[in-house]
């Protein structure tokens, strides 16, 4: 951040900001966040020479107001492991296209029921300004209602696009590395990798035709996820079994795939430090004998989060549709909300039904997140 950046926002904020050790320090802070609904109108956005200066003071006010970001990887293994007993799902929010006062409605109703158990998804992309600038447009509805406690960012599927590993594998590979690696340096500490483009349909075996895919999200856990999360924090992350949502997976494919990921991470170690695939422990005995997909879910959820289900578009306010899969084993709810649905009954609705009313007694057990500035030279 150079020093005329520094003089516009100071004036866009009617604020004065000051950076000590590598740090940026709000001197009014109730001013800054009274100013934050004139920043977010769309008008003032649309230069974007000071977008990335912008997300990181709004990066600065969150580690100045109790906001955490935060990982469900320990939440995932308590519940692996039995630990926890109490039946809820996680819903993940794509609330991207959301107006501002929406997302600001959403985190008024978090902050009044206590619910800490919400993750919203973001499109990784090579722009990583325009990335970071959603995750400060969240951040801000967060300052702006109060709310304190984690934060679960999770990314959208990034890929391993089929046409581009055939055509150019090692470009392909350079590329998911990068979105990866811009992804936990912006905090999103959830990761979902899909490399089901991947699978091969012509190999007569199961888990033959999985091979690449696993191989891939394998690879990119080991070699790059832990290499590049924080330290003291595990990232979480999901994998795709399947190319294709027209069918659920079956529980033989999920229990191949979980089999032959677990060899592959043994395999593809690369040294790494942490929690890698090769660390979890699922005893094959076991995998073998269940015959339930939902308790299979939660068995495997120390390192792949099975189980997430999409929600389509408008069934937030169908509680019956939710019902079907809260509560049973099913750890993740995907939800893609126009803002006609986000209405304070239905997320109240929602909340309760999912089980996440008051949870903030199970995050502050299990949830490990950190409030610690991104590096400011990654902006």
């Known amino acids: 951040m150079n020093e005329t950046d520094l003089k516009y926002l100071e004036r866009l904020f009617d604020n004065k900001f000051l950076i000590k050790d590598n740090k940026l320090i709000i001197n009014d802070f109730k001013k800054f966040i009274n100013t934050i609904p004139k920043i977010f109108d769309e008008g003032k956005l649309a230069n974007i020479d000071y977008i990335k200066s912008l ?18 990887h320990n939440l995932y293994k308590a519940l692996g492991s039995g630990e926890i007993l109490e039946k809820f799902s996680i819903p993940v929010m794509d609330i991207e296209n959301n107006s501002f006062a929406k997302i600001r409605l959403l985190f008024r109703v978090m902050r009044d029921m206590n619910v800490h158990l919400l993750g919203f998804q973001l499109s990784c992309v090579e722009d990583v300004r325009k990335m970071r600038l959603k995750i400060a447009k969240i951040i801000a509805a967060a300052l702006m209602e109060k709310y304190s406690g984690p934060l679960f960012l999770n990314s959208n599927d990034i890929i391993f696009h089929a046409k581009g590993f055939g055509s150019d594998r090692e470009g392909e590979i350079e590329k998911v590395h990068n979105l990866i690696k811009s992804a936990i340096e912006s905090h999103i500490f959830n990761i979902n990798i899909d490399a089901s483009e991947l699978v091969d349909q012509d ?62 991470g043994l395999r593809l170690r690369f040294n790494t430090p942490g929690e890698d695939i090769c660390k979890v422990k699922i005893q094959m005995d076991t995998l073998d004998n269940i015959d339930d997909l939902q308790k299979l879910n939660i068995t495997a959820m120390s390192e792949l989060k099975a189980g997430g289900i999409v929600v389509p578009l408008g ?56 409030n610690k500035l991104p590096e400011l030279s990654n902006f």
């Open 203 to 264: 190999k007569v075996e199961p888990v033959e035709r999985m091979l690449m895919n696993i191989k891939m999200v394998a690879m990119a856990t080991n070699l790059w996820i832990r290499k590049y999360e924080p330290k003291g924090l595990t990232v979480s992350v999901g994998g795709k079994i399947s190319k294709t949502n027209k069918t659920r997976t079956t529980e033989n494919e999920l229990k191949d795939f979980i089999k032959r990921l677990l060899k592959e």
């Open 55 to 72: 997300t990181y003071i709004i990066y600065s006010a969150a580690s100045q107001s109790g906001i955490e970001f935060a990982s469900v």
């Open 315 to 370: 069934k937030i306010n169908n509680l019956e549709f939710v019902k079907e899969y809260s509560g049973t084993g099913i750890c993740e709810l995907h939800f893609k909300v126009d803002d006609r649905f986000l209405t304070s009954n239905i997320l109240e609705k929602l909340f309760d039904c999912l089980g996440i009313s008051n949870s903030k007694a199970i995050s502050l057990q299990y949830i490990k997140g950190i």
